[in-house]
């Protein structure tokens, strides 16, 4: 499609899955990661003093995904100015709901940190705030539930009785939600927030 495409946290699990989702579709993509992960642009985004610096007015997307894990969201923000057609924000089901600490107990897996539950909930609130602000620019967010990632069958089996349909997400199924809501399709759609988390919100 020959759109220009910026995705931060673009080394991660989720991130290879958008590129390779979004170069497929023909289009132009540069990554942010941290320094030493290979990106096109090697930066840490949760220190102020490179990340406030960088001279991004020198580059110009269509499409900004702000994906990184990082503990703050201002330097998305920051990003996300440079888009000329949408922003995606990955937030996380736990940036709009509390994360029940028993599903951890007794398993491999931490329990979510407060810094996590606060950065993620900052992706919720900038998205509204872009989307009334930055129009004609399309903002809109996305929250995956758990993503598989060789979790113990404790873990997992625990994770998939809170999920309707069963089982806890692939990268995949959250890379057709971004593609959709970057698309012609979603034209007339901005300043939602869309559960990706196989009915896990909706009990
Ligand atoms: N994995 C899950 O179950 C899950 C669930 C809900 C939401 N999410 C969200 O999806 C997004 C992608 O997560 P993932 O599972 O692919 O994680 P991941 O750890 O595989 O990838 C995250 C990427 O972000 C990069 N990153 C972290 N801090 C950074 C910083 N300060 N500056 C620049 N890059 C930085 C990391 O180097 C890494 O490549 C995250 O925003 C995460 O919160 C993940």
Redesign the pocket.
């Known amino acids: 499609m020959g759109r220009r495409v910026l995705i931060?946290?673009?080394?991660?699990?989720?991130?290879r899955a958008l590129r390779d989702a979004f170069l497929m579709l023909g289009d132009d993509v540069t990554g942010?990661?941290?320094p030493g992960?290979g990106a096109e642009i090697e930066?840490?985004?949760?220190?102020r003093a490179t990340?406030w610096t960088y001279k991004w007015e020198k580059l110009k997307f269509d499409i900004v995904v702000c994906?990184?894990?990082?503990?703050t969201w201002n330097c998305h923000h920051q990003l996300a100015l440079y888009a000329r057609q949408c922003i995606i924000n990955?937030?996380?089901?736990?940036g709009a709901l509390g994360s029940d600490p028993s599903l951890y107990e007794g398993t491999e897996v931490e329990p979510t940190p407060a810094w996590?539950a606060a950065s993620?909930g900052a992706m919720v609130a900038l998205t509204k705030w872009q989307s009334c602000n930055l129009a004609p620019v399309r903002s809109n967010c996305v929250?995956?539930?758990?993503?598989f990632?060789g979790h113990s069958d404790n873990f997992n089996r625990r994770y998939a009785a809170k999920v309707p349909l069963g089982r806890m997400?692939t990268?995949d199924d959250?890379v057709g939600p971004v593609l959709f809501l970057c698309s012609d399709a979603a034209r007339y759609i901005t300043g939602q927030v869309l559960m990706v988390d196989g009915g896990y919100s909706a009990w």
């Open positions: 931060t946290g673009s080394e991660g699990h989720l991130g942010i990661d941290l992960m930066l840490d985004l949760d220190d990340a994906n990184a894990k990082t503990q990955i937030s996380s089901i736990y996590y993620k929250c995956p539930g758990g993503i990632r997400a990268e959250i």
